[in-house]
């Protein structure tokens, strides 16, 4: 933060501390800690477990606006009306510049809060991080939601070109200010991640939902066994609802002494299971998992889906359709054959370009950026809710 600008109270508001979101949030609000800002964050008390506790205590003594933890249901709920209740009581007594909200519910609670009189008027933003963007059931009726809050949105922050575009679809034209701001990785993350003895061929990271699109990969390495390359492995490291789904599926393609299952690990313990990253996504916005992997020197598969594509930038033509074991398998083989130099070449490009475009500064600067303008439109200066920095 330069001496000419004024510190800023910012509340960051989300749901689920777990994925791809709550990293965002964490490198957000440590960030902005280190350049100065009182920070502070509401999280859902239900989900994250003991990985979400571990990381807030880490990060707490950083906000100086501490962390308030509430029951957040992931779909609309009774429930809900309490939250929102909650987050407008700490809105009141933390008396924040900016309430930045995370997510369908977390964007919910951070904007509908400016129906509720009494709180000041501060800066309301909201991120999507795909969710309800991506056409799931209740599309339709989330959709009405975001236009009627449509109303309480002073800045939209886009993790991604897709969800930029997405969101004028689906909301169509707001008032709201409009920035993109990509996800980003530290420096210290393109550090490269060796296999260990007896590592698996592919490894797949991530939630065990259907939208990940796993099921789709048991298939594809099946159809990998029927054309001769029976001895390829994968490692899937992850959880969720669809464990026992897939378990069945590797017990029906008899798999089982070529699919390992690990729970959750942290992402860069989790690279050193498999020589190639394969991630057969149905649906995503800009993953953290795809530009982890790259930055680790792994080999990627990834299907053309969301904000993949702006990742891999020129190489896109790389990328697979969704949905399509066969075309999966065949890139997957592919990569098994590839040259070893021509392919360290092709992972050392890919990483120079991760490196160069999605940067955690870059990102905590466009964010900064979009603060400040949305405040200025505002004609409300940093400290305009009353609170003391």
Do not use: W
Not at 41 to 50: N, P, Q, V, W
């Amino acid at each position: 933060m330069l001496a000419s600008e004024p510190s800023l109270r910012v509340l960051h508001v989300l749901r689920s501390p777990v994925g791809g979101l709550f990293r965002h949030v964490l490198d957000l609000a440590r960030e902005q800690a280190a350049r100065g800002h009182a920070v502070g964050m509401i999280a859902d008390s239900l989900t994250g477990g003991d990985a979400a506790n571990r990381q807030i205590a880490q990060i707490a003594p950083l906000l100086r606006l501490g962390v308030a933890r509430l029951p957040m249901r992931r779909k609309p709920h009774p429930g809900d009306l309490g939250a929102l209740a909650r987050v407008c009581r700490e809105i009141a007594r933390l008396k924040p510049d900016v309430v930045h909200g995370h997510g369908s519910k977390g964007g919910f609670y951070a904007r509908a809060s400016g129906f509720v009189p009494g709180l000041g008027d501060p800066l309301r933003v909201y991120t999507p991080h795909g969710g309800s963007f991506h056409r799931q059931p209740g599309y339709g009726l989330y959709m009405a939601v975001e236009r009627l809050i449509a109303s309480q949105t002073d800045v939209l922050l886009f993790e991604s070109d897709f969800i930029a575009g997405e969101y004028a679809k689906g909301v169509g034209p707001t008032r709201a200010l409009k920035r993109v701001a990509k996800n980003g990785l530290r420096p210290e993350e393109f550090t490269a991640v060796a296999a260990v003895p007896g590592a698996a061929e592919f490894l797949y990271v991530g939630e065990l939902s259907a939208y990940k699109g796993v099921d789709t990969l048991i298939e594809a390495l099946a159809a990998l066994h029927r054309a001769g390359d029976d001895e390829a492995r994968l490692a899937i490291v992850g959880s969720g609802c669809e464990l026992d789904r897939l378990a069945t599926m590797v017990e029906r393609f008899d798999l089982n002494r070529s699919v390992a299952f690990f729970g959750a690990l942290p992402a860069r313990a989790a690279f050193a299971l498999g020589r190639i990253v394969v991630a057969p996504s149905r649906a995503e916005s800009l993953p953290y998992l795809v530009m982890e992997a790259i930055a680790a020197d792994k080999t990627v598969i990834a299907t053309d889906v969301g904000g993949v594509g702006e990742i891999f930038g020129p190489s896109r033509d790389r990328l697979v359709p969704r949905d399509d074991a066969e075309a999966l398998a065949r890139a997957m083989a592919a990569a098994l054959a590839r040259d070893p130099v021509e392919a360290a070449a092709e992972r050392a490009e890919l990483s120079r370009r991760v490196a160069t475009h999605f940067s955690v500064a870059t990102m905590v600067d466009c964010v900064l950026d979009a603060y400040r303008a949305g405040l200025a439109r505002k004609g409300a200066p940093a400290g305009v809710s009353g609170g003391a920095s």
